[in-house]
């Protein structure tokens, strides 16, 4: 009797100690030098289940990717979704109501959303060598005027790429494909992902990308070279709120919104400067290199709704004024 | 072999009504309306226009090429002849990674034009796209053409000698009309077999300016979950392969690219040989680039290689050997089907057997794509996705299963089935006794190449793969992507000894002594 007891628990605790819980996020994430792996020793070690990352290519494509799986999808959580897709998100249905007891986040503007997390957050910028460049443009009419070679993201799949599209439908709105089309011969490829383009940078293979004002303290602290810095656009920069959320067909929704909890922890938020590196989005100590970043005067991000309403005209312009 | 052949014909109208029934899913997904988008033109332009200067390039090049190969005789000029079938078994990828080594910003290349004050090369683009199809169809088209040149007959040209006829004239009167047969077919083959290029314009197409249909198919639904878009690409995609392949029949009829020995031209005549020497080598530089690229720079990481990279090449050899096993059963039962219905009603073969071929027409993205909005609700498709890609692969290395198989079981059927009728032989003492003799060739033949096809596939798998079901290719691509070089490189060395090294031994298994 003892032993049949004995049995039973141990079955009953073994779905327990295999509970998974599935993450769909962008490449860069997971890879090794990525957030990823700090972050799942330090939720696994305070959940005792099993993270999984699925790096599902980059952050935009994460939207179709759901809705292609449809409510069978495997994942239970989506982290790296931004706020220029959180409107695509949201109509997808897919999503359940974040915790509601998080922790106000300490973000630059004002943050409601019952359903989306921010996690962390920068402003879009053009990285450069700043040996390579003589002169370094400051705006994107000087940009496209010169023969600078830029590498950029497809908006389609990246939120970095997406990012841009709508930096430049901020400042320029329906004028944006004068801008586009000047900007056509300064792009030596547009890559799917962040990643791809961030690397094809590093190989030498432009002279500049579209990534963050962050990305310089990557290099400075990582790898002691203070060689990189981003171009100051006087006009302002548009900036990027990352966030995460749930499920609402996860079939672990306790650990969801666990993991949700976590991601606003202090714990977890002082890990992101300097794996992410990019800002965090609660109250958390920024590492000294920071301090050394460019901090744009003039903040831009259209909100969820707008950026909605304006992507497909702006996709048609980047389009149309690309493929010419 | 009567039930055989009996369910060979079942496999072969199943095989058309899934082709059949995933365009007509496409066509309900685009709602029968074809709406395009200004960026929908542009990939049909790009498509169009690289596919042309790709076919124009190879004719161009490998005329020259063929003409050298055909009257020079020198040491590996046999060994030079069959590594131009290679090409057909070379992962896309293995070759992108290649040319990048050798073409790229960071390329071999670049860094000599840097030396001497030029600009490193860019070929993200339409450049890169239509270079990496040159490699990949100068071959097929120099194989096409030595042929035509083998075509000629000995006595042409040696009247030709006899008449004195100097370089002009040989080539206006001798080569020439065998040219003008020759070359529209291999051009309009290549343009086909470019219009459907996925994994080349996906790794080195450069944004919306350089986006092929398929790689829109690809974009719509990846990126934007937009299957009326996919749905309407498709059909146009597959309106556009119809059409050409339609006018390939109409206009030529190719002939097969074989390997095997074309015997050079006894006349060879000593004006020209330097030229000819150039050509020669220059092109030889080009192909073997970029595979002694993979093999130097990949080496190396071959020791080391991460585990996931292990994990998918595992997961490949499965799936190519799963496809091999597939093409050749259906194959061997679909010919069996297709001799027994020449014998009984001739034209419904014929009419049968062409059908079977235009599936080689659809591009597989495009069956994937159809596939994929059918089953859409009924399974998760990154769960199929490995079955999906083993019966896509199979399929496309089918039409080449049948060209080997049915002259062999008709041939079977005339030599030793007259026998077996005498003796009453029937069922698996029949297939075995007097069939699989005469197929063990064809078969071994038919099961490398897709095993060799399904091994570096870099196109279903790029839809619906995901980490657990990642194969070779994909991963390879992922750490491309990722820019890890070093470790992309070591899984395109992986990839290339497993793609050839399968083709090898299982071809070799039909060539073994057969105690039968």
């Known amino acids: 009797m003892l032993r049949t007891t004995a049995l039973f628990a141990a079955l009953a605790a073994m779905p327990a100690q295999a509970q998974e819980l599935v993450v769909y996020t962008y490449d860069s ?274 909100s969820p709704e707008v950026a909605a309403e304006r992507r497909d005209a702006a996709l048609a312009i980047w389009q149309d004024a690309l493929s010419q | 072999m009567k039930v055989t052949g009996w369910v060979g014909i079942a496999a072969g109208l199943l095989i058309l009504l899934s082709c059949a029934a995933a365009i007509s899913a496409l066509i309900g997904a685009s709602g029968g309306a074809i709406s395009v988008s200004g960026a929908d033109f542009s990939a049909i332009r790009f498509t169009l226009l690289q596919a042309a200067l790709s076919a124009l390039g190879s004719l161009l090049i490998a005329v020259p090429l063929a003409r050298a190969l055909a009257r020079r005789r020198f040491r590996g000029r046999d060994l030079l002849v069959t590594a131009m079938g290679a090409p057909f078994l070379l992962p896309v990828l293995v070759a992108v990674l290649g040319l990048l080594a050798i073409w790229g910003r960071n390329g071999v290349l670049s860094a000599l034009m840097e030396s001497v004050g030029a600009e490193r090369l860019n070929i993200y683009g339409l450049t890169g796209v239509v270079l990496a199809h040159l490699f990949f169809n100068i071959p097929l088209v120099t194989r096409l053409l030595l042929q035509g040149w083998a075509t000629i007959p000995p006595e042409h040209l040696r009247l030709g000698q006899q008449l004195g006829f100097g370089p002009v004239e040989r080539f206006r009167l001798i080569e020439m009309p065998m040219l003008r047969t020759v070359l529209p077919g291999a051009g309009l083959l290549v343009f086909l077999l470019c219009i459907s290029s996925f994994a080349i314009a996906l790794t080195l197409g450069g944004g919306p300016r350089a986006t092929t249909l398929e790689l829109a198919i690809y974009q719509a639904i990846r990126f934007e979950f937009d299957l009326p878009r996919a749905g309407t690409l498709a059909m146009i995609q597959t309106g556009l392969c119809l059409i050409v392949a339609a006018v390939t029949m109409l206009i030529a009829r190719p002939g097969e690219a074989r390997a095997g020995m074309i015997h050079p031209d006894p006349f060879s005549p000593p004006e020209g040989r330097v030229l000819d020497g150039v050509v020669i080598a220059s092109v030889a530089m080009f192909l073997s680039g970029p595979v002694l690229a993979v093999i130097l720079r990949g080496a190396p990481a071959l020791l080391e290689l991460p585990y996931g990279v292990v994990e998918a090449a595992i997961r490949s050899i499965l799936v190519a050997l799963s496809s091999a096993i597939l093409t050749v059963g259906v194959g061997m039962a679909l010919s069996i089907g297709l001799v027994r219905m020449a014998e009984l009603r001739p034209r419904l073969a014929r009419v049968f057997e062409a059908a079977m071929l235009l599936v080689l027409v659809i591009s597989p993205f495009v069956l994937a794509t159809g596939w994929f909005i059918l089953l859409r609700g009924h399974v998760d498709p990154f769960a199929i996705a490995l079955p999906m890609v083993v019966t896509i692969n199979a399929l496309m290395a089918l039409p080449f299963a049948l060209r080997a198989f049915v002259p062999a079981v008709a041939m079977a059927r005339r030599t030793d089935g007259r026998l077996a009728d005498m003796l009453g032989l029937t069922g698996y003492t029949r297939l075995r006794h007097v069939l699989l003799p005469h197929m063990r060739g064809p078969a071994a033949f038919a099961a490398g190449l897709a095993a060799a096809l399904s091994m570096g596939d870099l196109g279903v798998i790029a839809l619906f793969g995901s980490t657990t079901t990642a194969t070779l290719p994909l991963v390879m691509y992922q750490l491309m992507g990722a820019y890890r070089m070093e470790a992309a490189a070591g899984a395109a060395l992986l990839l290339l000894l497993l793609s050839f090294g399968m083709f090898a031994v299982i071809d070799r298994l039909g060539k073994s002594h057969d105690p039968v």
């Not at chain 1, 939207?63 to 239970?76: K, S, Y």
């Not at chain 1, 002169?135 to 023969?147: I, Y």
């Not at chain 1, 320029?172 to 962040?194: C, F, H, M, R």
């Not at chain 1, 650990?255 to 400067?273: I, R």
């Open chain 1, 29 to 302: 994430f997971t890879a090794d030098w990525g957030a990823g792996p700090q972050v799942e020793a330090l939720f696994e070690a305070e959940c005792g289940c099993d993270l999984t990352f699925v790096g599902t290519g980059d952050g935009a494509a994460m939207v179709a990717r759901l809705q292609l799986e449809g409510a069978g999808t495997d994942a239970d959580v989506v982290l790296g979704l931004d706020t220029n897709l959180i409107q695509a998100a949201r109509e997808t249905g897919l999503f359940a109501p974040a915790p509601t007891d998080l922790a106000v986040p300490a973000l630059p503007i004002e943050w409601q959303d019952d359903t989306f997390v921010p996690f962390d957050w920068s402003y879009f910028a053009f990285v450069y060598e700043t040996y390579a460049l003589d002169t370094v443009p400051t705006s994107f009419e000087e940009l496209a005027q010169s023969d600078i070679s830029i590498l950029i993201q497809d908006p389609r799949s990246s939120t970095p790429g997406l990012g841009l599209l709508m930096w430049i439908d901020a400042l320029y709105g329906d004028d944006a494909d004068q801008i586009w089309s000047d900007l056509a011969d300064n792009i030596v490829t547009v890559t799917p992902g962040w990643s791809e383009a961030y690397g094809l940078f590093l190989e030498g293979e432009a002279e500049m990308v579209l990534s963050y004002t962050t990305s310089p303290a990557y290099h400075l602290i990582a790898e002691e070279d203070d060689g990189k810095a981003t171009a100051a656009f006087e006009e302002g920069h548009y900036m990027q709120v990352e966030v995460a959320a749930a499920l609402a067909d996860s079939d672990q929704p306790d650990l969801a919104a666990q993991f949700l909890t976590f991601l606003t922890s202090a714990q977890l938020q002082s890990v992101l400067p300097t794996t992410q590196w990019m800002y965090p989005a609660y109250e958390a100590e920024v590492p000294t290199g920071f301090d050394t970043l460019q901090s744009p005067e003039i903040a831009l991000l259209q």
